[in-house]
């Protein structure tokens, strides 16, 4: 029986290639003795540096008829940066860019995804990480931020602010959305879906996703592997994004803290740092598939896969879907950031 389900969407911008491609890892799946598939939101468009930010700009973006300029936040090689700014100029908007700088940025030689935002004339703001933790300056880019849409504002323009990794209720009901998508293109019965997760705002899209769509005893579960250190309540917190986003399609909410699995153990040795064990990952894939994942996120979500697979954490014969996050362009930025890869 068909399980139908009511609500509503709210307006969306176009801006990716959906579905995005799944198909089946043949060689490593036979390595594993698992069935592996890889669900490909690194080619989500609308160029070759797709990513998951994009789902969720087509909802965060949705009414962009009624302003002209976007700002968003995240660190110099922020992906969520970079794709704000594709989707922005594709929307035909203005694009602001405060950017923390954890890696510090040499401007004669601009790499990975600060090239690509330059490239988008972008307007591009520094904040110094210099003496300041990353919450301290989050909190500095977003207080000179709202300053700036005031004066923007003052002179006629008229500016959304989209916040830190598009997380917000909107953005996850563009994973809401993307679960029903992989359910209806999946050719098997899901036992594990395995994501890199930063903000939390893609997990509480997939988990409310799966609420939604799938009946209790069918759902897969969802193991969102880490890549940030966040506090104790960070799964309560994603429980209300979860629920705020299916308030937003009109559905009750369903989703608490209990829901969330949340993997910490891959982010070492700490956020936009190589690990080697994302290395190997990263070697593996690419040496067994021909598929390439990168440094700060995916590199560490596949070496949590690979690893749960490896200690019978996935038992054998499972069927995982990896959901590949894109940040491929990562690769090609300063090599403190990407670490020796072979
Ligand atoms: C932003 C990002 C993530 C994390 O997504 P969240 O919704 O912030 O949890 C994972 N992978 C890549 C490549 C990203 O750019």
Redesign the pocket.
Known sequence: MGNKVSHLLPPKAVLGFYPTPLHKLERLSQELGVELYLKRDDLSGPNLFG???IRKLEYLLGDATTYDTVITFGATQS??AMQTAVAARKLGLEVILYLTTITEVDDTQDRGNILIDHVLGAEVHYISMTGRTLTEANAISMEVALKQKEQLEKSGRKVKIVPF???AALGSIGFIQGYKELLDQSPVSLDYIVH????????AGLVAGSKLYSQPGKRPKIISMDVLEHAYDHPTKMATLANDALQLMAVAPSVSASDFYFEPHYLQPGYEIPSETAAAAIRRLARTEGILL?PV??GKGFAGLLDYIETGKIPPNSKVVFWH???ISALFAESEMVGKLY
């Not at 890199?196 to 997990?203: C, L, M, Q």
């Open positions: 990513g998951n930010k992906n969520h990794g598009g997380a890199t997760t930063g903000t939390g705002s893609t997990a990168d996120y995916t996050t894109g940040g």
